[in-house]
């Protein structure tokens, strides 16, 4: 027989108290799920939508309300997210265990949604750099690019020299200067020479010679690689002059021959790179790459529609978005094809969409490798739930054009180019795209930055925030604690991002994220 105080301890392990106020989120009518804002345990009632939970929800994912037979559909934003694998009841939570993947026809219905996008009354302004062909800067480095791996030491060593963590006497006379930075790759032989994954390499490496965000450059290669430099500057469009200047380590003599040579280039540069001052030009300027990493159960509700609140307001005062990471759109694809504003433009992005599900395929690979283990963890349980969330950092304007990987972005508004989801690809293409800044939502707490564009992190929910405020810009959270409704985050992000803009430094950018974070797309097989 048990005790009266071991009855009544039992009891409470088998029934757990009741929680009359845990916290919910529906996000349509239709949908089959609520997301928690809550940890949700057995027995707790959810007085909104009339169920009783059944069985533990963790904060962030998704419960059930109401029956679902197996192989039927499950909608979280009134969109398809999965299909159960198993009977599903109310109360019940909803992930991997009991939701999959499966084939849908998508409605493309290219530009029927697309609308005129008011224009703001006055132009918002930033203090940017405006260069002498009138091109506009939102920071102002030396950069040092790598034809090959091979030469990847050299460049750090040069650059290095200059760090002012280091060497803080080296740019001490050149305060405008924002720093000598060195971005290294792992490509560049051993590929085929008239084949596409070269191509890209050097259509990267072309967008980074001539960014704004670089005052001069230095091309540095090894000298018998296949990504030769001549024919690198020359599919380009760049030659070797003032603020270009290109060597080998075989021309010039080895490793210390090649390293001094170079940081006699760079002291020479350092003068005219001083010479900038920033003025007044107007928001139009703006090329902003949209990144989410590390996403969890909250992206698609916070941190992704704020930044699309911000986008919205961007793209009102003239300036540029850019939506990327075409495996994370894949299933709410047909939600950007409507707002395309001609056909043509949709279909570009459905062309993109079919060209990686046959990459996959002759890969062996799926699309539905996505979401990760960390995405998982934090309530995604497909890549068209993650997919879904994703997209809102695109807000709600027109899709004016879509890009290949890297291609220079000509067009004002809302763009998307073709990328793989894996961040560091992806915003390299970006910045090499013309991306002047990056805005980076994240609600696992990643860690990145882009050199030299600098890089605007969004924590999604707030115990993030207070884990790692460290490494965050803004706390988006606020909109799920009710401190904030997603249009005054969105105008204050859009404030924030003028203000980095014009010079204010970022978290990232204070703790040095930006050199490592350089990583082309590498398509070529290698031999």
């Excluded at 024919?231 to 090649?258: K, M, V, Y």
């Excluded at 115990?463 to 969105?490: F, P």
Aim: charged share 20%; with cysteine.
């Amino acid at each position: 027989m048990f005790s009266p105080t071991e009855e009544q301890a039992l009891a409470q392990v088998a029934e757990p108290p009741v929680r009359p106020h845990a916290r919910v989120i529906r996000l349509h009518a239709d949908d089959d799920v609520v997301i928690s804002l809550d940890q949700l345990v057995s027995g707790t009632r959810i007085a909104s939508e009339g169920v009783t939970v059944a069985g533990l929800v963790p904060p962030g994912h998704k419960m059930a309300t109401r029956a679902i037979e197996p192989g039927a559909a499950v909608r979280r934003y009134g969109q398809i997210i999965g299909f159960a694998s198993q009977p599903i009841r109310p109360g019940q939570h909803v992930h991997t265990h009991n939701l999959a993947m499966g084939d849908f026809t998508r409605d493309y219905a290219h530009a029927a949604e697309s609308r005129p996008t008011p224009l703001a009354a006055g132009p918002a302004t930033f203090q940017g750099i405006v260069r002498a062909d009138g091109r506009v800067a939102t920071r102002n480095y030396i950069g040092i690019l790598t034809s090959v791996n091979c030469s990847a030491t050299v460049a750090r060593a040069i650059a290095d020299h200059f760090r002012r963590d280091i060497h803080p006497e080296m740019l001490a006379d050149f305060p405008n200067v924002d720093g000598v930075v060195a971005l290294t790759h792992g490509a560049g032989c051993a590929v085929d020479p008239e084949g596409e994954g070269l191509a890209v390499l050097q259509r990267t490496l072309g967008g980074y010679a001539c960014h704004p965000n670089f005052a001069s450059v230095l091309v540095i290669g090894l000298g018998c690689e296949t990504n030769q430099i001549p024919r690198l500057l020359a599919t380009q469009g760049l030659t070797d002059g003032e603020h270009l200047r290109s060597f080998t380590i075989q021309d010039t003599g080895g490793t210390t021959r090649t390293i001094a040579h170079g940081i006699e280039q760079i002291k020479a540069m350092l003068p005219q790179a001083n010479e900038v001052r920033r003025e007044t030009v107007p928001a139009s300027h703006l090329v902003i790459g949209l990144q989410c990493g590390g996403s969890d159960g909250y992206s698609g509700i916070s941190a992704n529609p704020v930044l699309g609140a911000a986008v919205d307001l961007l793209v009102r005062h003239g300036g540029t978005a850019i939506l990327s990471e075409t495996p994370e759109i894949y299933g709410a694809e047909h939600l950007l094809t409507r707002r395309a504003v001609t056909p043509e433009v949709g279909q570009k992005l459905v062309d993109r969409i079919q060209w990686w599900e046959q990459y996959c395929e002759r890969n062996g690979a799926a699309m539905d490798n996505n979401p990760s283990a960390g995405n998982k963890a934090g309530g995604l349980t497909t890549v068209l739930e993650k997919s879904l969330g994703g997209i809102a950092k695109g807000g709600s304007t027109n899709l004016v054009e879509v890009y290949e990987y890297a291609q220079p972005v000509r067009a004002h508004g809302l763009v998307f180019m073709d990328t793989p989801g894996y961040d560091p690809v992806s915003a390299t293409g970006q910045v090499a795209g013309g991306a002047n800044m990056i805005c980076f939502t994240t609600g696992r707490g990643s860690a990145y930055g882009c050199a030299p564009s600098p890089s605007v992190k969004l924590a999604t929910n707030t115990a993030l925030w207070l884990r790692q405020a460290d490494d965050m810009d803004l706390n988006c959270g606020e909109v799920l604690d009710g401190g904030a409704s997603i249009e005054e985050l969105g105008a204050k992000l859009f404030q924030m991002l003028l203000d980095t803009a014009s010079g204010k430094r970022s978290r990232s950018e204070l703790h040095g994220y930006g050199q490592n974070e350089f990583v082309p797309w590498q398509l070529s097989v290698i031999t």
